[in-house]
Structures are given as C-alpha cells and as structure tokens.
C-alpha cells in the first residue's frame, strides 16, 4: 500500500512520550508476560463484531454518492485487478496499474505486481488483463515511457519493457537504488507526474533513502531524504528538489506542485530548491506550507457507518482507563489524506480545472477543494458544501489514488480493504474477529464522468505524425497534451522546430504556447527571438514558463535585458519567478533589480528568500545599494533582510565584499547606530578567517568604535537585573563573538541561581558558540545551582565539543556529577561513540544494563495494565516526563509527534512502545549527531531539510539550523530520539495514569 494510506496507520501509531514518539509500524503487540496468571482475561466480543462483508462491484456502484452532476463508473475489478495503488496510462490507452495484495501481510512478500488493463471494445471499461510484472515486493509507482514503464519499487526505480509483444515484461533494469522501504509499507517514492520540463518528478516520501544511478561509474550517492526528484527519462540522470508530504504528489497545469500528508490534506510547496542550492548560505522556510483552511480539523461528511470494531475498541479503552463511555468522535476528520492530485481533464466543465482531490480512505470518501490564489500562495477551501464530491456508504472502499485519464475523466483506485488501517495497531481481543488481509484479492478502479458522456474513440497516439503530435498540444484535455509532448520528447526529431515555434507563437491558449516552447528547449531548437517572444507574452504564466526556460540562455545580452524587466512586470507571480530566475547570471543591472524588489516586497518572506537565492555573487552590491537608499533605512522590514546579507558576507571568503560592508555601515548617520551595531554583529557571527582579517585590518575608528560599544551594550543589558527578561536576553547572544577572557565573568553571573530561567538558559545556549576549553569548566563549575532543565541544555552544550565531552565524563568520574544527570538516551550514544576514548569512559562510567535488552522491563509492567489510573495525576506525570517534548492541552513543547490521536492505539501497544522504542525506529524519529566545520556536535532530531540546511532539534527544546556547507559529518546514531529506561522515571502506578490520562484526552 502507498504510504498515503498507511497514513491512517501512522496516525494509529501516533504515541510516545518524553523526547519523541517513535511508531512501531509492523510492531508484534503480543507482549510476554511474566506469569500467565497476571495475563488480563480476555472477553468474547464476537457477538457485538458482525461482520461487513464486502459488495460486489455492481453493489459497490450503488453505494455512492456523487456531486449531482457527475457519475461514477466501473472500469475495472477483480479478478482483473487487485489492490491498486498507483497507475498511468501509455500513448495506447493501456493503462498500467500497481498492485499491493502484500499490505497488512506480515508473514509473506514478493507477490504485489503491475497489471496492463486494456480496453478492447472501446466502451471506455477495461476488459483484458496481463500479468505484465509479477513478483514485485511493495510497488508503488508507474509511469509510461518509449514503450515501457517506469516502475517505483523501493529500494529500486526500474525500467520494465514488453519487447516481444506477449505483454509481459521481458527487461527489467534497475535505473536507480537506495530509495527507503519502510517495514509499515508507507512514506515510499509515489507519484511519478510528467512536468512542462519534459522529466518525470516524484516524491520520495518520508523515507528518502541515498540513491545511487545504476548507469553512473562513479557511484554518486543522493541524499533524498525529505526531498522530490526529478528524472530525465532520456539521459537517466536526476536532479534534487522540493519535496514534502508522504504519499501523493500532483503537478497542475503550470506545474505548481502539491502533496499531502496524514492528516495535511493539501500542501503547495512554495519554491524549487534547485533554486536555493544556488546560495548554499541560504537558509530558507520550509516550502510546503498548508492551503486547506481547516487544516487536519476539516469536518469531513462522512456517510458510511462506523465500523463496530471501531466503536468495540473505543469502548473498551474507556472501560479500562476511565469507567466511562467515550463520547468523542472516532472518525470524521482527515486522518489518511491520499494521493492529491489536480484534475486537469477536457471532459470536464471548465470550472472544475485546476480542482484538487484527495482521498481519505479511513472515511471512504473523496474530498475536493477550489484553490484561488493567496499572495504568491494559494488558499483553498471545500468545494462541496453540504456533502463530500463523492463517498460511499461501504466501508471497504478505500480511494488511495487518482489519475487524469485520455478521455479527461478522473480515474479513482479503490484498493478495496476491511481494514486499512495496521493490523498491530488493533486490540487482540478485537483483531482476532477481522481479516487483517481481506480484499487482497479484490479491488477495483472507477472513473467520474459528467452526466451524458460519451466515450470518445481513443487514437493510438503511437502512430501519428510528429505534425499530428504538435496539433495535440492544442488541446483542452492535460493528458493528451502532456503525452504528445512526450512523444515528440522521446523522439528527438529537430525537423518539428518551425511547427512548433509557429505554436509557441501563434496558439490561442496561453498553455499550448507554454507547451510549445518547453518542447523546442528540449529539443535544443529554440531561437533568442522565439524566447524573447515568450518573455514578453500576454499571459503571465506564459512569461513566469519563458523566464524558467531563459535561464540556460542567460549569456544573451537581449535575453538578460528582459528577464531583468521581467522584475516589474504587473504580476506578482512574474516578479517572484523573476527574483529566482535572475540568479542565472551576474551583473550590476541585475543587482539593481534585485534590491528594488526586495525594496518593494520587504514585508514578503518568499520574495525574501527568493532574492537572496540569486545573490551568492552580488550580495555586497545589493547591501550596499540598499543602505544608499534612505527610505531602506528606515524601513524596519527589510533590516531581516540586511541581516541575512550580511551574515551570508561574513562567511564567504570574499574580502571586497566585506569591505564594502565596513564601508556601508561606518558611513551611516548617528540615528542609525543600533542598526550599524546589529549588522555589524551578524557579519562576526559566522565569520569565515578571511572576514576575520579584514575586520582586523579594518582602520575604521567607527568600526572600532562599533565593536567596542556593541560589547559594553550587550553587557550592560544582559546583566542589568532590572531590565525586562527579554531585553536581557537578546542581547546575551552578542556576547558570543566577544573574547572570552572579558565575556567569561559575565557569563558566570549570567549562570548565578539569583538569575531568571530565560537568561541562564540562553546562556548555556551561547557558551556552545564559544569554542574555549574553559567553558566546560564554567559549566561543570555552576551545576550544583543548575535545575534539571537547565541540566538538560548543558549536558546538549558540553556534548557539542569533545574536549567539552571529555570533561563532562571526567566530572561525573570525580563525582561532580551525578551519572543519573545523563539521560538514558545519551548513555547510549556515548557508549556508542566514534571516539574510542569517549567510548571508553562512558562504559566505565554508567551502569553496564543494557538498555536494549528490554524484555524484563516489560514483562514487571505488564502489572500497571491492570492497575486503575488516575487521569488527573496522570497530566501531572505528563508534565514531569513528556512535556519537553509533547504538548497536550497548552502543557509542553511541540517537538514530537502530535499526541491528540493516541486514542486509537491499544494500552498494550502504548506501554510497548514507551518501554522499548529501538524495536524499531520510523526514520523520522532517528537521532543524527552531526558535527561542524567548527568542531561543534549537534545531537537531535532532523526536523527539516532542504537542498541548503538541516534543522536539528535538540532534547532540550531548542533548535539550530546548519548550513550544508558547515557540516563536516552527518551520523545517523540509528536510536530513537526517544530514550530507553523511562521506568526509571515512571513507576508502574504513574505509567497508569499517564495512560489514563493520555487516553481521556478528546
């Protein structure tokens, strides 16, 4: 199953406490008791378990509910198909279609497959079926190129081809390797979409993986880990980009990209990140940013019953943990959103273009939403109001994906289950009345049509003329368009050039010129004047697709010349795609237009961001122009942006740039000196050893002055007890770039007991930017006066630095501290240390039990089941315990996973997953300790990623986010970021009411 849908699987999985919760997907819940006698009765629910049985098709037609003015049709069931996940259609009309009968299968694997479906009739249904491959484990994704297929079967991309006309596949070659396979079946590569750009993008899901093309010699590994990828079919190489969400993954018409992701039904990724790898100082928001309004909280109009295993297993929960029935909802709301993708049909109205759909198959309903532009994002709220676009009263229909089909219908892939949600996740005592696999032996593909369609005849658009091709891509219909312009792709045949510049040219419709001219690029037939005619098109999406395609033809003065116009055009869209696009060549011009729309846009983070991506050459000139300009000084919306600018210039290794910099900020009037004094103090926060000497050379009295006057400020202000808290701290971090000789006093009083928790904190926090062996002796020397918070971000700090490390260890020898200080989680990674030394110690030093050795432990809790809890000390226990990481009901820190849907995990499975989280980790639970070009360590948790920076969040509720090319090693420690040995934190009585309170939570 695609990970879309083990979605509702992940959210059944949803619990852990303390630092993170790592779910245990595919987890055995059967827990070894100490003594069968302490083992709870188990009760025979079968008289309130009925099954529902499955519908045949022709029922399951009957079943739904549709928008008035469509109809749903059966295409295809079994036996002709089982269990679709994924599908295309080839330039025949064939379609392929993925196949995963293995899904809630523990036992067995290697059976999924891709059927080819063909349509002999042409009724538009689907009559013959072919084996086209078979013994597959865990396919995910298919897309149809120059005959065959590309097939998505993690850890591998292969292309499978029929070459002897049988329609069996006869070549299967890897085309890449490395991709994650999660053992729960889901976060895996999906969705392979052809783009204007003539390559094949997908998503990688959450597992990512280090990818390694089979055809490249030197074995190049990609990290795609949070990350899309994008494939030339052509050349077999690939590039890097945005990616996000975890199953599903759509491009609309002008190739604006969305996901979605459990209960995130619809995200549009804000930029491309090939863009932002351009300036590797960059550091930019994370690109998937929601558009439903509602969010996870959208009411869904669901019209299937609740199924009684549902209602058993709510009731039972509240029977042991609380005494009261649960009178919350068990469904209802977005908990599997699957398989977003932009409708972009001709048979359609021509209102429904551009619609997104996405499936929620623990509701059995489709949801659809009306996107309208929202700035330079999107907002976009339900469609239909009173009811779904389409649901089902029968609770075997699960919607995972869709497909824009060659008559412009929406085909819908129902993989047809009783259970969609993970096996393990279920009580035994209710599990054992379901068939965690029935239907894998069944499913069923539909498509939604308007009233009165009629089934047009479908062309073998294999056989037409390379004229015929270009006529296509005139039309209405998304699919037909985008595979002639395939077809020419794949042919490569330049003699099409002239048909195909009269279309980028001539064409009424803005999308066929846009079509046009991408295919002449990719057929390396396009002229500066056809470009220049794109660049200046009436429709502004013409021109955002001509500025992308200008990029590789930058050298050209005329083209430079309107791609910097292009940084006024009326649409805001334009100016955005200009502000990236701009990056592809350097010159005073193109510096100029790039300040004015940071000028004009200050307020706007995208426009932000987008501007500086183009400036790793040229960013003095920008920051120069703009501290020129009086009414950039006083505009307090872009000083975000100058201090960007000048962090970046005082890490590149560029000495006129600096210099100008010094020059910039000595000349500024006495009113801005606060100002001067903040730039100045971002160009020393990362400064390379280049910038340092210039600095050091610098015989500016007014940058000496700065320098001076900064210290004492931020000295005076961070110790002046009667300020206000946050004056203080703010100003603690300047201390950093000081020395350490006249800044060590100051830190030791900022450490004092006397101080407020907020400034000893940020204190800890800026001794780990200093790299001076006495920082640990400051530490270690104020922890007796230190909380167990506090304790907790010193131990992150003296861990960032080995000499530091060394010297915590010797403290807790000499017994200055105590080795219970040292969380259980950071044991373990001491006593898996690189560093032999440090290894060494910490296995002298801490108890030698070993922690993964978990079955004692949870056999002795075995007896807190039974105990009664106590919801209210259990909040209490919450607090004490988790909160550093979890947050329920405005208590704590949202660092791990959202706790609200814990309620649907058995107590068994929760205590399992508290006791023994290393059973087996999610890869997005993993600690990774990853250590600077500066010598710092950072261990946590990788909260984002993009093509330029890791943020990693820390156990002590802080983060810190590292430029690439600061990271000199990036070491998965292959442990959950949640600690083993929180019995000894909970007794058996507390880990009752933790769980009482856990589950009382609506």
């Known amino acids: 199953m695609p990970a879309s849908i083990a979605a509702s699987r992940f959210r059944l999985s949803v619990f852990a406490f303390a630092l993170i919760s790592i779910l245990l997907t595919g987890l055995t819940l059967t827990v070894q008791s100490a003594d069968k006698s302490e083992t709870k009765p188990k009760v025979d629910y079968s008289a309130e378990m009925p099954r529902i049985l499955p519908l045949t098709p022709e029922e399951a037609v009957e079943s739904f509910k549709i928008h008035p003015d469509f109809e749903i049709q059966l295409v295809a069931a079994e036996p002709l198909v089982r269990d679709p996940v994924a599908m295309c259609f080839d330039a025949r009309g064939r379609a392929y279609v993925v196949e995963m009968p293995e899904y809630n299968d523990a036992n067995k694997e290697g059976y999924s497959s891709v059927k080819l479906l063909e349509d002999t009739d042409g009724d538009g249904r689907f009559d013959k079926s072919y084996p086209f491959l078979s013994d597959m484990t865990l396919p995910t994704a298919v897309f149809s190129y120059k005959g065959g297929v590309f097939v998505g079967a993690p850890p591998y991309v292969y292309y499978c081809e029929d070459t002897d006309g049988d329609r069996i596949a006869d070549v299967r070659e890897v085309v890449m390797t490395g991709f994650g396979r999660d053992k729960g079946d889901e976060g895996m590569i999906n969705s392979f979409r052809w783009g204007l750009d003539n390559k094949i993008h997908f998503s990688t899901g959450i597992d990512g993986g280090n990818v390694t093309l089979a055809a490249d010699e030197n074995k190049k590994t990609y990290n795609t880990k949070g990350r899309g990828v994008i494939l030339d079919p052509e050349t077999r190489t690939i590039e890097l980009t945005t990616g996000g969400g975890q199953h599903g993954m759509s491009l609309g018409n002008w190739n604006r990209e969305f996901v979605c992701a459990n209960s995130i039904p619809m995200q549009v990724l804000m930029y491309d990140d090939r863009y932002i790898a351009r300036n590797p100082y960059l550091a930019p928001p994370a690109a998937p940013v929601s558009i439903a309004p509602g969010g996870k909280f959208t009411k869904l109009l669901r019209i299937s019953q609740v199924e009684p295993w549902r209602v058993l297993r709510s009731r039972i929960r509240a029977a042991s943990e609380r005494g009261d029935y649960e009178k919350g909802q068990p469904s209802g709301f977005f908990t599997a959103a699957t398989g977003i993708t932009v409708y972009r049909g001709g048979a359609w109205p021509a209102e429904y273009q551009g619609n997104l759909f996405v499936g929620e198959p623990a509701n059995n309903l489709v949801y659809r939403a009306a996107p309208q532009p929202d700035g330079l994002s999107l907002v976009a709220p339900r469609a239909d109001q009173d009811a779904e676009f389409l649901a089902s009263t029968d609770v075997w229909f699960r919607p995972v994906q869709f497909e824009n089909g060659p008559e412009g219908a929406l085909y819908v892939l129902d993989m047809y289950r009783e259970l969609i949600e993970g096996a393990p996740f279920i009580p035994e005592e209710v599990i054992k009345h379901l068939d965690p696999v029935g239907g894998q032996d069944k499913g069923r593909i539909y498509r939604i049509v308007p009233k009165g369609f009629q089934q047009p005849q479908q062309a073998d658009l294999t056989k037409l003329s390379l004229q015929e091709l270009v006529e296509l891509l005139e039309s209405d219909n998304g699919w037909t368009r985008d595979t002639a312009q395939r077809l020419l792709y794949e042919r490569q045949d330049t003699s099409i050039a002239a048909n195909l510049k009269q279309l980028a040219t001539g064409s009424s419709k803005p999308i066929t010129r846009a079509t046009a001219l991408w295919s002449l690029e990719a057929l390396k037939s396009l002229d500066e004047s056809t470009l220049l005619k794109g660049l200046q098109d009436e429709s502004f999406q013409v021109r955002k697709q001509s500025l992308k395609i200008a990029e590789q033809s930058a050298g050209a003065k005329a083209i430079q010349q309107q791609m910097i116009a292009l940084a006024k055009d009326p649409s805001l869209e334009v100016q955005y795609q200009a502000a990236f696009s701009l990056g592809a060549f350097e010159s005073l011009a193109r510096n100029a237009a790039l300040a004015d729309l940071l000028e004009r846009h200050a307020a706007n983070q995208w426009m932000r961001m987008a501007v500086q991506s183009s400036l790793d050459q040229g960013a003095g000139d920008v920051f120069e122009i703009l501290l020129a300009n009086p009414k950039s000084l006083d505009d307090k919306r872009i000083e975000p942006f100058l201090i960007d600018l000048a962090v970046q210039i005082g890490a590149q290794k560029n000495e006129e740039s600096v210099s100008s910099l010094l020059v910039s900020i000595a000349v500024l009037p006495e009113s801005h000196q606060k100002l001067a004094e903040i730039l100045f103090r971002n160009l020393l926060s990362r400064a390379s050893n280049e910038t340092k000497q210039v600095v050091a050379k610098s015989n500016s009295d007014q940058i000496a002055k700065l320098l001076k006057g900064m210290m004492q400020t931020a000295i005076s202000q961070a110790t002046n007890g009667k300020a206000v808290v946050k004056t203080r701290v703010a100003a603690i971090p300047t201390l950093s770039i000081g020395s350490f000789d006249e800044t060590q006093p100051v830190f030791e009083e900022l450490l004092s007991v006397q101080q407020p928790l907020p400034v000893r904190q940020k204190a800890i926090t800026a001794l780990g930017l200093i790299n001076d062996?006495?920082?640990?002796?400051?530490?270690?020397?104020?922890?007796?006066?230190?909380?167990?918070?506090?304790?907790?971000?010193?131990?992150?700090?003296?861990?960032?630095?080995?000499?530091?490390?060394?010297?915590?260890?010797?403290?807790?020898?000499?017994?200055?501290?105590?080795?219970?200080?040292?969380?259980?989680?950071?044991?373990?990674?001491?006593?898996?240390?690189?560093?032999?030394?440090?290894?060494?110690?910490?296995?002298?030093?801490?108890?030698?039990?070993?922690?993964?050795?978990?079955?004692?432990?949870?056999?002795?809790?075995?007896?807190?089941?039974?105990?009664?809890?106590?919801?209210?000390?259990?909040?209490?226990?919450?607090?004490?315990?988790?909160?550093?990481?979890?947050?329920?009901?405005?208590?704590?820190?949202?660092?791990?996973?959202?706790?609200?849907?814990?309620?649907?995990?058995?107590?068994?499975?929760?205590?399992?997953?508290?006791?023994?989280?290393?059973?087996?980790?999610?890869?997005?639970?993993?600690?990774?300790?990853?250590?600077?070009?500066?010598?710092?360590?950072?261990?946590?948790?990788?909260?984002?990623?993009?093509?330029?920076?890791?943020?990693?969040?820390?156990?002590?509720?802080?983060?810190?986010?590292?430029?690439?090319?600061?990271?000199?090693?990036?070491?998965?420690?292959?442990?959950?970021?949640?600690?083993?040995?929180?019995?000894?934190?909970?007794?058996?009585?507390?880990?009752?009411?933790?769980?009482?309170?856990?589950?009382?939570?609506?």
């Not at 309620?903 to 989280?917: C, F, H, S, W, Y």
Request: hydrophobic share 40%; charged share 25%.
């Open 773 to 1002: 062996n006495r920082v640990a002796e400051l530490l270690i020397e104020a922890w007796p006066g230190l909380s167990p918070q506090l304790r907790m971000s010193a131990v992150e700090t003296l861990f960032s630095r080995k000499p530091w490390l060394v010297s915590l260890l010797e403290a807790v020898k000499a017994g200055d501290i105590n080795p219970g200080d040292i969380g259980p989680d950071r044991v373990q990674l001491l006593k898996t240390n690189q560093d032999k030394t440090v290894k060494k110690m910490a296995e002298s030093l801490f108890d030698n039990e070993r922690l993964t050795g978990r079955s004692d432990v949870i056999k002795e809790y075995q007896s807190s089941l039974k105990l009664k809890g106590s919801a209210a000390n259990g909040k209490l226990v919450f607090k004490k315990s988790c909160s550093a990481c979890h947050r329920l009901e405005n208590v704590g820190i949202q660092l791990g996973a959202d706790l609200k849907a814990i309620k649907d995990r058995g107590t068994e499975a929760v205590l399992l997953n508290i006791l023994d989280p290393n059973r087996e980790v999610k890869p997005q639970y993993v600690t990774y300790l990853l250590v600077t070009t500066q010598g710092r360590t950072i261990t946590g948790l990788i909260k984002e990623e993009n093509a330029n920076s890791i943020t990693i969040a820390r156990a002590d509720g802080t983060s810190d986010t590292v430029l690439r090319i600061d990271i000199d090693e990036l070491i998965s420690s292959r442990l959950s970021f949640m600690p083993e040995g929180m019995e000894k934190q909970i007794n058996k009585q507390e880990m009752a009411d933790l769980l009482a309170y856990l589950n009382s939570i609506k």
